[in-house]
């Protein structure tokens, strides 16, 4: 054996610079679209509420933010998030979703994964059947739902915030595509949902699209930015913006799954997912339209072909709107866990992104 790959098994633990800052994390995915899970290293946000940590986060570390969902630690379509206090006594947790652009108000791949991560590091008592979580995101208080069966966890669901339609069948003129239809929703971001069979487009949902998807998708979302007055949240200014454009149209399995939803957010992101907060004002979408009632169920695909599930639990007033509570279930899965390091000698310690 050379004395170089000698060495090489005798010395493989890495002791940095103290200098520098170690972050802690577990990696995961939900259908396909990752979060990574910042669980030690992080310094301590200030405030009272998931906003005030948000904003604290975003005033004060954002260069962490793009140090891991960045290049070399992560990619342009990175997910991540922290975990922080709850905003009272009665939640489990708050949680703040970090992404390329920024910090979103509501994810639900990431609600299905950390629900996930909960039960398997048992940070509640797990029993058997249903284990209920109170996580508290910018947008408001979200109930999961954990069935474990036999000790194995089965599956997550989770009742989103109000979801509700600000109008349907809208219409906004887009350079290169001319006048597109949308229906502009609330399920804990805003979004518009754009219906292929209702617009003529020269191409279509599948992964060969991919980088159409994300250049359409943000050429509608800024049309629709600059002209919809209505992407106002009635009672948080925070959460008054558009999130991104869902592309909906028919599925390409033979499985019994309703449609397919591919989701261009943030800067450009593709969600690998259905979406959960897309798939929650889908629910508002389609109970307005009278296209879903009650307890009936409605399987909604990605681009990369997994499922979410989803349904109608209740209608609300919320403010102005008729809102609804959706449901939506999935699974997600552990990937890794990682300790990265930050040089300060680094020049790119905070990250960069090429697409």
């Known amino acids: 054996m050379s004395k170089t790959y000698h060495n090489l098994l ?3 633990n890495f002791e940095p610079d103290p200098k520098g800052l170690r972050i802690r994390t577990i990696d995961m995915h939900t259908g396909g679209e990752p979060l990574r899970v910042i669980i030690e290293g992080f310094p301590e946000l200030k405030g009272d509420s998931v906003l005030d940590y948000r904003r604290y986060c975003r005033d ?6 793009t140090a891991l969902m ?3 630690r992560g990619h342009a379509d990175m997910y ?6 709850p905003n009272d006594e009665e939640g489990d947790f708050g949680i703040i979703f970090l992404h390329n652009e920024g910090y979103s108000t509501m994810c639900g791949h990431a609600i299905i994964a950390i629900s996930t991560l909960a039960v398997q590091m048992k940070w509640i008592d797990v029993k058997e059947g249903e284990n209920r979580l109170k996580i508290d995101a910018p947008c408001g208080r979200i109930t999961s739902f954990v069935k474990v ?7 997550v669901r989770f009742h989103c915030v109000p979801s ?26 805003f979004y518009a949902y754009v219906d292929m069979h209702k617009n003529s487009f ?3 949902l599948s992964p060969t699209s991919y980088r159409e998807l994300i250049a359409k998708g943000m050429d509608i979302k800024h049309a629709v930015m600059d002209a919809d007055k209505g992407i106002m949240h009635p009672f948080e200014e925070d959460l008054s913006f558009l999130y991104g454009t869902i592309f909906i149209d028919n599925t390409e399995q033979a499985s019994g799954t309703d449609s397919r939803n591919v989701c261009v957010f943030a800067e450009g992101e593709v969600d690998r997912c259905p979406t959960g907060s897309g798939v929650s004002g889908r629910m508002a979408i389609h109970k307005d339209r009278n ?7 409605m399987r909604i695909e990605s681009i990369t072909g997994s499922v979410f599930k989803a349904t109608v639990v209740s209608e609300e007033d919320y403010g102005p709107f008729k809102a609804v509570i959706p449901q939506v279930e999935g699974t997600a899965h552990i990937t890794g866990m990682h300790t990265f390091y930050i040089d300060p000698d680094d020049p790119m310690k905070n990250g960069f992104m090429l697409r």
């Open 10 to 12: 005798q010395n493989i």
């Open 60 to 65: 004060n570390y954002d260069y962490l933010r």
């Open 70 to 72: 960045f290049e070399p």
């Open 80 to 85: 991540g998030c922290i975990l922080v206090p």
């Open 149 to 155: 069966k036999k000790g194995k966890l089965m599956g």
């Open 164 to 189: 509700f339609v600000v109008g349907l069948d809208r219409t906004i003129e887009v350079g290169g595509l001319g006048k597109v239809i949308y229906d502009l929703a609330y399920g804990g971001a």
């Open 202 to 204: 020269d191409f279509d």
């Open 291 to 297: 296209e879903i009632d009650f307890g009936e169920t």
